[in-house]
């Protein structure tokens, strides 16, 4: 079993920053691709930022320059520094985590419950 749990979300003023944390656990071996979505209210969940075990990594176009995502495969956690935030940025940020490998097989597609983050003057 492999679970996924956000933190580091909270309420941030415009021009403010944020750091959310990913941290998996379980029987892991090693996870592959890692994401970063988010689901304003009434907007569909988007990707945000995505690193590949390799450490190469990609961004939504409008949090590039912005946003930095990076990983620690030794504690199996994944980051978001989020900088210069501003209202469109409020939402839930999840993590997600398509392919991973544990003693048990391949597992497909964990997510964590998510994390509020609200940018607010």
């Known amino acids: 079993q492999v679970q996924l749990v956000e933190s580091g979300g909270g309420l941030v003023q415009p021009g403010g920053s944020l750091r959310l944390t990913c941290a998996a656990s379980?029987?892991?071996?090693?996870?592959?691709?890692m994401y970063w979505y988010r689901e304003a209210p009434g907007k569909e969940r988007e990707m945000v930022a995505a690193?590949?075990?390799?450490?190469?990594?990609m961004y939504l176009d409008s949090v590039k320059g912005r946003f930095t995502i990076s990983r620690d495969d030794a504690k199996n956690m994944v980051y978001l520094r989020m900088n210069s935030l501003n209202t469109e940025d409020t939402a839930v940020y999840y993590c997600?985590?398509?392919?991973?490998?544990?003693?048990?097989?391949?597992?497909?597609?964990?997510w964590g419950p998510g994390t509020q983050v609200t940018v607010s003057s």
């Open positions: 997600n985590a398509p392919t991973v490998a544990t003693f048990q097989g391949i597992r497909y597609d964990y």
């Open positions: 379980g029987d892991i071996i090693s996870i592959n691709d």
């Open positions: 690193i590949t075990r390799e450490g190469r990594d």
